[in-house]
T-cell receptor
Framework: GQQVMQIPQYQHVQEGEDFTTYCNSSTTLSNIQWYKQRPGGHPVFLIQLVKSGEVKKQKRLTFQFGEAKKNSSLHITATQTTDVGTYFCADFSGGSNYKLTFGKGTLLTVNP | DAMVIQNPRYQVTQFGKPVTLSCSQT?????MYWYQQKSSQAPKLLFH???????NEADTPDNFQSRRPNTSFCFLDIRSPGLGDAAMYLC???????????FGSGTRLTVV
């Protein structure tokens, strides 16, 4: 299946700074999911976006789905050291609604 | 708490010696997945079961097999592990189409 393109690959910020990771696809996505994986840990489901232009918030995290459903972003306001980890977007590709293909992820490190 | 449990957490096996990784779930989810994740890479789907229906990814090596004897358990068998098979193996479950995944903690496989 087609893999969504995710940028940047790495991002280092000072604690308190904002952070954004982007996911892009050349084709229209049915929906997109976001996961967080702490160092040494396993991916943890954060959210799913389904509707065009959808915006969802979880405390300091804001998730957006583009109007054309070809891109998505995750924005973290005022990062904390607990935000450290790799953030993956994932989409259902390959003609299946229950087979996720993960983007390459963005590794966020936070300097205290 | 309902969860996905993988055993063992760490597995060391000899080159060419068959090894089995196990996964169990108390979520009663229909779908179970096996992903391989190498260092600093995205999880890569090996295969999945929808109930008893087995679905193999086209690029999954024949060296990898899976069994799902019942709803709760799923096994990953590596018939002749090579050095390139050293990775984190992640089991995940989902209710079905369009739902988020619940991952286990993973089994880190070392091949010596």
């Amino acid at each position: 299946g087609q893999q969504v393109m995710q940028i940047p690959q790495y991002q280092h910020v000072q604690e308190g700074e904002d952070f954004t990771t982007y996911c892009n696809s050349s084709t229209t996505l049915s929906n997109i999911q976001w996961y967080k994986q702490r160092p040494g840990g396993h991916p943890v489901f954060l959210i799913q976006l389904v509707k065009s232009g959808e915006v969802k918030k979880q405390k300091r995290l804001t998730f957006q789905f583009g109007e054309a459903k070809k891109n998505s972003s995750l924005h973290i306001t005022a990062t904390q050291t607990t935000d450290v980890g790799t953030y993956f977007c994932a989409d259902f590709s390959g003609g299946s609604n229950y087979k996720l293909t993960f983007g390459k992820g963005t590794l966020l490190t936070v300097n205290p | 708490d309902a969860m996905v449990i993988q055993n063992p957490r760490y597995q060391v096996t000899q080159f060419g010696k068959p090894v089995t990784l196990s996964c169990s779930q108390t979520l009663n989810h229909n779908v179970m997945y096996w992903y391989q994740q190498k260092s600093s890479q995205a999880p890569k789907l090996l295969f999945h079961y929808y109930d008893k229906d087995f679905n193999n990814e086209a690029d999954t090596p024949d060296n990898f097999q899976s069994r799902r004897p019942n709803t709760s358990f799923c096994f990953l068998d590596i018939r002749s592990p090579g050095l390139g098979d050293a990775a984190m193996y992640l089991c995940a479950t989902s209710r079905g189409a369009g739902y988020g995944y619940t991952f286990g903690s993973g089994t880190r496989l070392t091949v010596v």
